[in-house]
């Protein structure tokens, strides 16, 4: 097992070193083109993206996000609309960047009426183990591990501590719940096209995978 999770590894390392090479690039001159400073013109780039944001998010504040678009900002921005698709090829993808790196809201709080149906999943797969574990069909950890509390104190109120040897096992729901969400979403906002050859088995694959890791019997399997 420990051959084989070393061989996915560098396997994964291989793919992300070569997306940033070229046929004609050595590894060498790869690591050096990460390293060097930014140009006059990637600095512009730069601070031009922000300001998209920066705009972006202020009119979300003022017209909510279904009312949010690349011609609005390019106004907003003196901009032809143009430029801005350089940048940001639609809508979506700016929505994205915003979402990425946190809620495009400044100050942004979810209303309370919210919090149950956004952790309607989290719930349920939380109940899933947890019955999986009383009814002894959990499959132990082959090791636990080494700080087993790695969740909030919050968390551990809501759910409680598992008992041995399922120290770990929110943890290792995390590991399925980010697998199930992040999956999801890779495919919906298309990053995994020219990726995978079949959706819907890489969804059931990377399913099972990360339910086996989470101790989870998988039929077939």
Not at 13 to 20: A, E, L, Q, T, Y
Not at 157 to 174: M, V
Request: aromatic share 6%; proline share 6%.
């Amino acid at each position: 097992m420990i051959a084989s999770a070393n061989s996915v590894l560098h396997t994964l390392v291989f793919v992300k070193n070569s997306r940033r090479t070229c046929e004609h690039c050595s590894p060498t001159r790869t690591i050096e083109r990460v390293n060097a400073p930014r140009t006059v013109r990637e600095r512009a780039r730069a601070e031009l993206t922000a300001e998209i944001k920066d705009v972006a998010r202020r009119l979300i504040e003022r017209d909510g996000a279904s009312g949010l678009s690349l011609r609005e900002v390019s106004r907003e921005m003196n901009m032809g609309a143009s430029t801005l698709y350089r940048y940001f090829r639609n809508r979506d993808e700016l929505l994205t960047a915003l979402i990425i790196y946190g809620s495009p809201v400044s100050g942004y709080a979810a209303p309370s009426d919210t919090i149950g149906p956004a952790t309607r999943i989290t719930r349920v797969l939380a109940a899933i183990l947890a019955d999986a574990a009383a009814a002894g069909e959990l499959q132990p950890p082959a090791s636990s591990l080494a700080s087993p509390c790695l969740v909030t104190a919050e968390v551990l109120a809501s759910y409680g501590t598992p008992p041995p040897p399922y120290q770990d096992l929110i943890e290792r729901s995390l590991v399925l719940w980010i697998a199930l969400i992040g999956t999801i979403s890779f495919e919906l906002f298309g990053h995994l096209d020219n990726t995978v050859t079949d959706y819907a088995a890489y969804f059931d694959a990377a399913i099972k995978i990360t339910a086996q890791c989470a101790g989870l019997h998988v039929p077939g399997t």
